[in-house]
């Protein structure tokens, strides 16, 4: 996914079978995607991890539902400095629908 748009915005569940491989991620991702941003959501049993997946370079760790306004602003600010291709007037009415343009 990361290689068809590598300035994607990415929002994951961290939980106890993932925690070491999103930390994994998260540094790999600035190396690799350095336009990616990754967001951590988790639940509050989670807290203790915070400040491991910030350093490894998530750009946000969410661990309450009344935070989630925070995430929402993150993925608007990321979606306004990534760049967008010129596309025709057309082309970004269809790629707004959520079915696909007809083939031809």
Request: charged letters at 20%; aromatic letters at 8%.
């Amino acid at each position: 996914m990361l290689d068809e748009c590598p300035a994607a915005l990415l929002v994951v569940e961290m939980t106890a079978a993932n925690a070491g491989q999103m930390l994994a991620v998260a540094a790999r991702l600035g190396r690799d995607y350095p336009a990616a941003r990754l967001v951590a959501l988790a639940d509050g049993r989670f807290d203790w991890a915070k400040w491991s997946i910030l350093e490894a370079g998530a750009a946000w760790f969410c661990s309450s539902p009344r935070r989630l306004a925070e995430v929402a602003g993150i993925a608007r600010s990321h979606r306004a400095q990534v760049s967008r291709p010129s596309q025709s007037l057309e082309q970004r009415i269809w790629d707004e629908l959520p079915w696909k343009a007809p083939a031809g």
